[in-house]
């Protein structure tokens, strides 16, 4: 079981990114995806989230109209479309899967990727 982030690289402000995140071991579909970000000296924060029926997503304030979260289930991944990067933006992306189950709740984290804006 994992899931594997990848997409990061360093992007001049303006620039744009797509991060991926990819599950192996286990069918993302039934998951709800969060994508989370720690710029260094921070604590975690949430980006942006889509319920597993993909019908409910959510953004923080602060990347409205700037990202956008997808999820393609015939890939097994979710993606993040990153516009008009500011360098504020700059962290380690993380993503997260989370489902219920039988036994509890069933949380899965990927290993980040890093994304560095140049201003």
């Known amino acids: 079981v994992q899931l594997q982030a990848s997409g990061g690289g360093l992007v001049q402000a303006g620039g744009s990114l797509r991060l991926s995140c990819a599950a192996s071991?286990?069918?993302?579909?039934?998951?709800?995806i969060g994508w989370f970000r720690q710029a260094p000296g921070k604590e975690r924060e949430g980006v942006s989230c889509?319920?597993?029926?993909?019908?409910?997503?959510y953004y923080v304030e602060d990347v409205k109209g700037r990202f956008a979260i997808s999820r393609d289930d015939t890939k097994n991944t979710v993606y993040l479309q990153m516009n008009s990067l500011k360098p504020e933006d700059t962290a380690v992306y993380y993503c997260?899967?989370?489902?219920?189950?039988?036994?509890?709740?069933?949380?899965?984290w990927g290993q980040g990727t890093l994304v560095t804006v140049s201003s």
């Open positions: 997260s899967a989370l489902a219920q189950s039988e036994d509890g709740p069933v949380n899965y």
């Open positions: 071991g286990f069918t993302l579909g039934y998951y709800h």
């Open positions: 889509v319920a597993s029926s993909g019908s409910t997503v």
